[in-house]
């Protein structure tokens, strides 16, 4: 498994930017599909997209496509989330999760590894 890492996490304003990143160590991190998920307070921890380790192709969930851009750089054994058009409902708890040779899943069981999380509050 690698351990992950999430950083970038801000208080922004509505209509703002930002991008996470999440730091993978161990070995390996270039056959992992990586997947970005959010827990708003008291909801549950949602899907948004993910990354596929063979081709680095992308999916996304449908509320988040167009806005969300996930990206990874296996040389730095990192992947990102950049968030555009920062709405208050985007307020959450951002996580990274790994799935080793992963064909691309939005089902948070089928990822072995997960990140702590970073913080996104979007308020005026």
């Known amino acids: 498994q690698v351990q992950l890492i999430e950083s970038g996490g801000a208080l922004v304003h509505p209509g703002g930017s930002l991008r996470l990143s999440c730091a993978a160590s161990g070995r390996a991190f270039n056959t992992y599909t990586m997947a970005w998920f959010r827990q708003p307070p008291g909801k549950e921890r949602a899907f948004l997209g993910g990354i596929r380790w063979h081709d680095s192709s992308t999916y996304y969930t449908t509320s988040v496509k167009g806005r969300f851009t996930i990206s990874r750089d296996n040389a730095k054994n990192t992947v990102y989330l950049q968030m555009n058009n920062l709405k208050p409902e985007d307020t959450a708890v951002y996580y990274c999760?790994?799935?080793?040779?992963?064909?691309?899943?939005?089902?948070?069981?089928?990822?072995?590894?997960w990140g702590q999380g970073t913080q996104v509050t979007v308020s005026s």
């Open positions: 999760a790994a799935d080793q040779l992963g064909t691309g899943s939005s089902i948070r069981r089928d990822y072995e590894s």
